[in-house]
């Protein structure tokens, strides 16, 4: 199978090539133009400042240590203003500098190393990459999919990493800083903690009977699981405080489905109960039911709209839209629509709410600054999903492979908006046994302007450029029924003006080069940034020291190569005999393809072990020995480079 990769991706590519190819000629000195401080550096260079700094976000912590979080920010402003540059999109990539000398006797320029990056070559990554995006596709199994859309190995799938689930997963959420994504497991009775990072399940948390909705309110304090069930005593919401991981209520409030939303401040959530035609106000801070309101017969959906500091109410039965006022907590209006009524969500601004009604094959546009109906629009065939980008309304239906536009920017005219539609895969969604509660369509990372769309139908995930007339590719999910999908970002964040930052945990301890590229206006520069060891690290690694007695760090992929190195008393040089447990570690500079070797001792301190490297790629290999207190992050790496294998015949 072929992954063609995003029009996006290509654009980027395409401006990066431009930096590489021109602006900077060639590589300035190490430190040309930089003045050094104690905390940053900036590089003056073509009328731009970047001001570069990495520091720890550990309260009181003088300096970045292993294992540590860190900010890594950019502060670029005009050199002849001061004022910020802002509303760019600059590159940075984070690697151990050492790592480069493993690819060849020359040492590869700043220019040389960024370029390598852009190329996308599976394997050929930096050790922290603050520029990627990797989708998360919730299967109907127990598991999730995690895609890299910008590398993809041609031919096979651009699947990076699974995550295994206890049970199958139903419905998510994301904390705000991207690092944890809570599931909940209704066959489970628990929720599942998955580490982005990591991308594995850390924990299971007890979440009530049959958790099915999930959402954390804006300040993450609290995770609010809605319980699907027909029994009073056991239907409704339990809260789980987000840091502590432990259930802190269960707040009974009606039958059958819920739906969650908040008000402003979180200081109320609204509880929708399907089977009891009601809708639960809670005090968040009291975590007690303060009202029940008669919203209808089928309160299907709710939403919150900081515009109109209401809540809206579908009713698939009635055909109505109830607006709650949270202060009276009381219906304060009932916009008129037809019976069929399903999910609703509104714009980012709370302006414009759409519901959509999949027995009318209908939407409606809902004006929050009047509370009034503005628009019934004919879309698709048994519409059941709508999500927003920052140009258009997004339309799902059960009915067609078609997803139907609405232009956000016609919803304030007079007549009717246009629908647009695209065809995204041959088969409907409709076409398979169930459909997820969570989104099947998602805005692509810091792009108003396109959007990733999951065909549950094909297992196939696809990248849309708006203005376009189809996807521009799609990704494929193979041997599992795709349902849903989010999207982990960890590329930099203009968090104020003209100031890009990025979190990360950095690994091990080390000297670090720091890429960064920007395409307008156009700058390259390689930073260079220290980690110091962790001084947690036991007295005997300390003690300890290691010799890496490797005369070729090249290795061609699939040879067997053994690895030797020496253990010494870090003092006096003496060697350590007879280490009964020692082993190496190593795994691709992407943290993938982990494997542990047992070593053999050889004499004189010297032990040796196998490796076999997988694809081309820089590799790191560690030693630990747990009868000597000894991790493996605790003493220096060594860095290999698997290079393609040569073909049959070659001689070498």
């Not at 040389?112 to 990627?132: E, F, H, K």
């Not at 009775?189 to 399940?201: C, G, H, I, N, R």
């Not at 709370?350 to 004006?367: L, Q, T």
Request: charged share 20%; glycine share 10%.
């Amino acid at each position: 199978m072929r992954s063609d990769r995003s029009r996006g991706i290509w654009l980027f590519l395409a401006a990066a090539a431009i930096v590489l190819t021109g602006g900077c000629a060639r590589d300035p000195a190490p430190n040309a133009g930089a003045e050094r401080g104690d905390a940053a550096t900036v590089i003056v260079r073509e009328g731009v400042n970047v001001e570069f700094s990495v520091s720890p976000m550990r309260a009181g912590a003088g300096e970045v240590v292993a294992g540590d979080w860190a900010d890594v920010t950019f502060r670029v402003t005009d050199a002849s203003t001061g004022e910020p540059i802002k509303g760019r999109y600059p590159a940075a990539w984070m690697d151990l500098a050492e790592a480069w000398s493993a690819r060849g006797e020359r040492a590869m320029s700043c220019r040389d190393r960024i370029a390598t990056y852009l190329q996308g070559i599976v394997g050929v990554r930096p050790m922290i990459d603050l520029n990627s995006h990797f989708l998360l596709v919730l299967n109907r199994d127990a598991s999730i999919s995690v895609i890299d859309p910008a590398v993809g190995i041609t031919g096979i799938t651009n699947l990076f990493d699974q995550i295994n689930l206890g049970r199958p997963g139903a419905d998510w959420v994301l904390t705000e800083d991207n690092k944890r994504l809570f599931v909940t497991m209704p066959l489970a009775d628990k929720v599942a903690l998955v580490d982005t990072e990591a991308f594995e399940v850390t924990h299971e948390i007890e979440a009530g009977k049959n958790p099915m909705r999930v959402e954390l309110q804006s300040d993450q304090r609290y995770l609010w699981i809605g319980n699907n069930t027909e029994d009073a005593q056991t239907s409704g919401v339990t809260v789980i405080d987000a840091a502590d991981l432990e259930p802190v209520a269960f707040i009974p409030t009606g039958l059958g489905h819920h739906e969650i939303a908040f008000s402003d401040g979180d200081r109320h959530a609204f509880v929708s109960n399907r089977g009891s035609g009601t809708v639960t106000v809670i005090d968040v801070q009291t975590l007690a039911n303060i009202a029940d309101i008669e919203t209808g017969s089928l309160p299907i959906s709710l939403a919150y709209s900081p515009l109109g500091r209401a809540v809206y109410v579908t009713d698939g039965t009635d055909g109505t839209i109830s607006v709650v006022d949270p202060g009276s907590r009381t219906v304060a209006k009932r916009i008129t629509a037809k019976p069929g009524l399903g999910p609703l969500r509104f714009t980012a601004d709370g302006r414009w709410g759409i519901a959509v009604n999949a027995a009318e094959d209908e939407v409606y546009v809902i004006d929050a600054s009047t509370n009034s109906l503005a628009h019934t629009i004919s879309v698709g065939k048994q519409p059941y999903e709508v999500s927003f980008t920052t140009s258009f309304a997004y339309v799902r239906s059960l009915g067609t492979e078609d997803v139907g536009l609405i232009p956000v920017s016609e919803l304030d005219e007079p007549k009717v908006p246009p629908v647009s539609y695209i065809q995204v895969g041959q088969r409907p969604p409709g076409a398979v046994a169930d459909i997820s509660i969570a989104d099947s369509i998602v805005p692509a990372v810091k792009q108003g302007a396109a959007a990733y769309i999951v065909n549950q139908a094909e297992g196939t995930v696809s990248y849309y450029m708006e203005g376009m007339g189809a996807p521009m590719g799609n990704f494929r999910n193979y041997g599992h029924e795709t349902r849903a999908i989010e999207i982990v970002d960890r590329s930099l964040t203009e968090f104020e003006p003209g100031a890009y930052r990025g979190r990360v945990r950095i690994p091990i301890e080390g000297n670090y080069d720091v890429a960064f590229m920007m395409d307008t206006p156009q700058f390259l520069h390689c930073f260079n940034a220290d980690v110091a060891p962790d001084p947690a690290q036991s007295e005997d690694a300390a003690q300890l020291a290691v010799e890496y007695r490797v005369p070729d760090r090249r290795i061609a992929v699939g040879e067997s190569r053994p690895i030797q190195f020496r253990l010494a008393s870090a003092s006096s040089g003496v060697p350590v005999l007879g280490v009964p447990d020692v082993s190496i570690m190593y795994y691709r500079s992407d943290g993938r393809g982990r494997r542990i070797e047992p070593a053999r001792p050889l004499g004189d301190g010297i032990y040796e072990a196998p490796v076999q490297l997988d694809v081309p790629a820089t590799y790191y290999v560690f030693v630990g020995a747990p009868s000597k207190n000894l991790d493996y992050t605790d003493l220096p790496f060594l860095s290999l480079m698997g290079i393609p294998a040569p073909a049959k015949g070659t001689v070498q």
